[in-house]
């Protein structure tokens, strides 16, 4: 029987399914490959776009704490000429409210803190957009929690401009007000109060500290989206 055999059919036969096996293997790969290009081109949108979101987003929250931060400025000014500082009247009440503001950040990376979460991130190639990518999101993250270190702090502050024990002004911590302990201040106990003035000069620098901080970030943010676009682009 073996030699009824037509052998060079039977080595061709084998070659065609060999060839065939390979050529499929290759061709699944190809899709494989081609549909992973698709996803990271796709997460690089996304997180480009939210990138430039939260850019311009942070340049209004900038601009909002800038005029907090004047403000702050201008009421610690303000206070230390007792008699200018009496005529402001509802003048100083709005600067009180003012400094007290803090708003809080919301912007975020949310597609590239996904990406990093759930391992997709590893369908981008470039090693140095990937570490990118992964030193933005933290410095995002840390901003919220550099604003809860911040207010913490400021809301002392302007508890003790705001607030005074019946015997002697106290710096009043966090959820520490009892309306039958402090009265609010008023102006005549307010101005030209050395005490009061050195409170709200902290809050002032406290303030620009934190305008400064923020500076810092848009141009890391800055920095991040000249990196991704160029990467986009090629």
């Given at each position: ?38 996803q990271a081109a796709d997460l690089m949108t996304r997180i480009v776009s939210e990138a430039t979101t939260a850019r311009s987003e942070m340049s209004r929250y900038i601009e909002v704490h800038q005029g907090i931060s004047d403000d702050a400025a201008r009421f610690a000014l303000a206070l230390k000429d007792k008699d200018s500082c009496m005529a402001m009247g509802n003048e100083l ?142």
């Amino acid at each position: 029987h073996v030699k009824d055999q037509n052998w060079f059919a039977v080595g061709l036969d084998f070659v065609i399914v060999v060839v065939g096996v390979f050529i499929g293997i290759q061709v699944a790969n190809w899709n494989d490959a081609r549909a992973d290009r698709g996803q990271a081109a796709d997460l690089m949108t996304r997180i480009v776009s939210e990138a430039t979101t939260a850019r311009s987003e942070m340049s209004r929250y900038i601009e909002v704490h800038q005029g907090i931060s004047d403000d702050a400025a201008r009421f610690a000014l303000a206070l230390k000429d007792k008699d200018s500082c009496m005529a402001m009247g509802n003048e100083l009440t709005i600067l009180i409210i003012s400094i007290a503001d803090f708003p809080p950040p919301r912007f975020s990376l949310a597609n590239a803190e996904q990406a990093l979460n759930t391992g997709s991130l590893s369908l981008i190639r470039s090693t140095s957009i990937r570490a990118n990518i992964q030193t933005m999101t933290d410095e995002m993250g840390f901003v919220d929690r550099q604003w809860q270190r911040y207010i913490r702090v400021k809301a002392q502050r302007v508890a003790g401009v705001s607030l005074t024990g019946r015997s002697e002004i106290v710096v009043v911590p966090m959820g520490g007000y009892d309306p039958g302990s402090y009265e609010l201040l008023t102006p005549g106990k307010i101005c030209g109060n050395t005490e009061i003035i050195g409170l709200a000069a902290n809050v002032a620098v406290l303030q620009a500290i934190y305008v400064d901080y923020l500076g810092q970030v848009a141009g890391a943010l800055d920095d991040y989206l000249a990196t991704l676009s160029e990467e986009t682009s090629t």
